[in-house]
């Protein structure tokens, strides 16, 4: 096994980094994030057109490119440090990857070209009232309707939700939990976007009234499956999670040295060297979990389960600690809204909490090896 990208992946890096460089630098993301759509659509075409990323690891049959997780992972990295405002997340980490995960033929064949073209916004809507991220917390239930089903209740904390096409919702039948694709202007759903700390990832309430709803794979089919899905929506997370938080760091160094107290720079003060290196120590142990568990995820090895929970809480915890150094080193500039610091603090703490926060995920490690 080589740990070290080869150098077709980092021209995967360069190419992604110069398009987001031009597409999703500070004014761009200030502008999509106060819309109501939370995205430039003209963008999310030339992303799937030009660059092929939504359908970079879905398998070539489907319409995408074949890659693995490895590649799929660079892109949320760099995402993540472009803080892109677009359903990349949600359409590739979640509702693909549950599609891949748990569908049949006739689904992947359906719904996963679209998505690869970059014409299919979707999402994954999972999470409930009761804000639990684990499958005893699903407990909506589907209701046979002739050849289809309907569904009824209300999932919390959708990504994208609001403006998805696609909507692939987890429910209960009397099989185990299953997969059903609905139709993001069906009758009877109810989309409400709601109010977020972090701007640049919205999020909605979806309220479901006997809404007909189409069963991805096997009734029961995603029983075995889900705890894949989540741990694959992790790792992509975790990715996301290193590409924040090494702009943080590198936004913090920069500023260190050109800003002058005392008549000197004060990133010659101890105090500031310090808080650096920790950030760099961080920063690096997080890049070394983040890319070891997206190798596992791209080999589907029994590593994963473990890693995933690993990666997600060392990761959450890293992103969350550079972003307050970030503002703290830059003092009283880093507390006002025209600077970006408060946005990567404030992605930084909803990802954290996104799919459950450190301690959840260590109670998982925990559980995975036995403790």
Not at 2 to 7: I, S
Not at 67 to 95: D, H, K, N, Q, S
Request: net charge negative.
């Amino acid at each position: 096994m080589n740990f070290a990208f080869t150098d077709e992946q980092e021209e995967l890096r360069k190419t992604v980094r110069a398009f987001l460089e031009a597409k999703s630098d500070s004014p761009a993301v200030r502008e999509q994030m106060e819309t109501e759509q939370g995205y430039d659509p003209a963008v999310w075409s030339q992303m799937g057109e030009q660059l092929g990323l939504q359908g970079l690891a879905i398998p070539e049959e489907y319409g995408g490119s074949g890659f693995t997780f490895v590649e799929a992972g660079i892109v949320f990295e760099e995402m993540g440090r472009a803080l892109l405002c677009a359903p990349f997340y949600a359409t590739v980490a979640l509702a693909a990857n549950a599609i891949l995960q748990v569908g049949d033929e006739d689904a992947k064949q359906k719904y996963l070209p679209g998505i690869a073209a970059g014409e299919t916004v979707a999402t994954l809507a999972f999470t409930e009232e009761s804000g639990r991220w684990d499958p005893e917390g699903i407990e909506m239930h589907a209701t046979a309707d002739g050849d289809g089903y309907r569904l009824s209740g209300t999932k919390m904390y959708v990504v994208d939700g609001h403006t998805a096409s696609l909507i692939v919702v987890a429910a209960r039948t009397a099989e185990g939990l299953s997969l059903f694709a609905v139709d993001g202007g069906a009758d009877g759903l109810t989309r409400t976007a709601l109010s977020t700390m972090d701007m640049t990832r919205k999020q909605a309430r979806l309220e479901f009234d006997n809404v007909s709803a189409s069963l991805i794979g096997a009734a029961g089919g995603a029983e075995a499956a889900w705890p894949r899905v989540l741990d694959v929506a992790a790792v992509a997370l975790a990715n996301e999670q290193v590409g924040g938080a090494q702009k943080c760091l590198e936004m913090s160094v920069e500023y260190a040295k050109v800003r002058i107290q005392f008549g000197r720079p004060i990133g010659s003060f101890q105090a500031i060297k310090h808080k650096c290196a920790d950030m760099l120590l961080e920063v690096e142990s997080a890049k070394s979990a983040a890319y070891y568990a997206s190798w596992c995820a791209a080999e589907m090895n029994d590593e994963l389960p473990q890693v995933a929970a690993l990666a997600k809480s060392y990761c959450s915890e890293a992103y969350f600690h550079a972003s307050a150094e970030n503002i703290q080193i830059h003092g009283g500039i880093g507390f006002t809204w025209e600077h970006d610091a408060h946005l990567y603090f404030k992605r930084a703490k909803s990802s954290e909490l996104f799919l459950g926060d450190p301690t959840y995920h260590r109670e998982l490690l925990a559980q995975r090896i036995g403790l």
